[in-house]
């Protein structure tokens, strides 16, 4: 029986337009650093720095944008650096936003499981949204916050269930996780022995041990979930 709900945390507790998100904060950058921006290299060299900052080895955005354009090996000063962070965490607003009836949907969770977040996201940018752009902190509805950054593994290690399974004292098959990847979510938390629950936004022709198309959907199938 499942008495616990594990959640990814991006694009399945908040939604996030990815293309969107690039299109902004490359607008950011090139109007602090000039249009001589490599925006190819940028982008390898973002997403590089953005998995060590998932697992703490960045401790915050301003050592996040100084290594990239180290890496890139552009003279931009310390001044522009701050900027270029500030404007960041502005325009994440316009790229993220909740689910609806979210607020409805965990509060009629929290009734019949214990919630746990299980995420390998940049946390600080996801405490961040929550906290100041959504103004409903995570701790308000979850019993527990497991995440990368703080722990230093990704969540493909296992490292983070077995964190979360020993915390809450859950067996593995007394879990079952919901995420929005098909390969990141429902593959990994399976070879990890927990039950799924796919958060199927697109369609695809893939299955969990439950499939959904929005977070709401879990209040209508409560019963359903407790029985995987």
Known sequence: MVLALFFDLTDTLQDFDWNKQWNLLQEVIMKEAGDEVPIELLKKYYQQTYDFYRIGKIKNDFEFFDLI??????????????????????????????????????????????????????????DYDFEKIFCFPMKKHFDLIVNSYEEGYLKDSGKLFDIALEKMGFDAKEVAYVGNSYEKDVLLAKQY?????????????????????????????IDQVKLI
């Open 69 to 126: 354009f180290r890496q890139l090996a552009m003279n931009i000063s310390n001044k522009q650096i701050e900027k270029i962070v500030d404007r960041h965490l502005e325009i994440r607003k316009e790229f993220t936003s909740l689910p609806e009836k979210y607020d409805k949907t965990l509060i009629e969770l929290a009734k019949h499981f214990k919630l746990a977040i299980v995420s390998s996201g940049v946390w600080p940018w996801g």
């Open 193 to 221: 022995g927990m039950k799924t629950i796919f958060l199927n936004k697109k369609n695809e022709s893939l299955q969990g041990d439950i499939t959904i198309t929005k977070l709401s959907d879990l209040v209508e199938i």
